[in-house]
């Protein structure tokens, strides 16, 4: 089956540690998008990805970095600089780079908390 | 600013009845909206996508409406069931961007 895969499901971090959140895709998608989800909050654009080898910052792109060397891939980092990083993180792919007039396919998020 | 509000209130209904949701916008000029279905520790799942130029899309029990007037998008589940029970995003495109809704939670029972 087509879709995309988040992994790990749930990660913890201690203070002061980088870390990475997996997104893998097999729906043969150009772009590819990173949101983070509060409580109660909507989604809110991490970084986004329109085609391999380029990637460009959504609004709360501080304290986080990205990827994009294979089309199936999309990694986040997580860094220390990110003072608040407990949350749900999702990661999602569109067809083309036109984002707002297609679908976005969602995995299944993970989840990451401060130890 | 730009907002995208949705009732953040449950919503809890009967079985068998239409459930409605509202998206409400301010400060867009959208040419798109969608609407995501989110379970519980899932991500969201696409459900329908309608144009400015339509004012209103169906899809089996599901019907959207949009109207840029009042720029609100309405989202109506027909003949509702315990399986509908969920929290329902709305999204609309800000530039080439889609900017999401907070959600409303929505309760079926049986």
């Known amino acids: 089956d087509g879709g995309i895969t988040q992994s790990p499901k749930y990660l913890f971090r201690k203070e002061g540690q980088n870390v990475t959140l997996s997104c893998e895709q097999n729906?043969?998608?150009?772009?590819m998008y990173w949101y983070r989800q509060d409580p109660g909050q909507g989604l809110r654009l991490i970084y986004y990805?329109?085609?391999?080898?380029?990637?460009q910052k959504g609004d709360i792109a501080e304290g986080y970095s990205v990827s994009r060397e294979k089309k199936e891939s999309f990694p986040l980092t997580v860094t220390s600089a990110q003072k608040n990083p407990t949350a749900f993180y999702l990661c999602?792919?569109?067809?083309?780079?036109?984002?707002?007039?297609?679908?976005?396919?969602f995995g299944d998020g993970t989840r990451l908390s401060i130890l | 600013s730009q907002k995208i509000e949705q009732n953040s209130e449950a919503l809890n209904i009967q079985e068998g009845k239409t459930a409605t949701l509202t998206c409400n916008y301010t400060n867009y000029s959208p040419a798109y909206l969608q609407w995501y279905r989110q379970d519980p520790g899932r991500g969201p799942v696409f459900l329908l996508l309608?144009?400015?130029?339509?004012k209103e899309k169906r899809k089996e029990r599901l019907k959207v409406t949009f109207d840029t007037t009042l720029k609100q998008s309405l989202f109506h589940i027909t003949a509702s069931q315990p399986a509908d029970s969920a929290t329902y995003l709305c999204?609309?495109?800000?530039?080439?961007?889609?900017?999401f809704g907070g959600g409303t939670r929505l309760m079926v029972k049986p």
């Open positions: 999602a792919s569109s067809i083309t780079g036109d984002h707002s007039n297609q679908p976005q396919h």
């Open positions: 729906l043969n998608h150009d772009a």
């Open positions: 999204a609309v495109n800000a530039g080439n961007m889609l900017t």
């Open positions: 990805s329109q085609i391999v080898n380029d990637f």
């Open positions: 309608i144009r400015e130029n339509e």
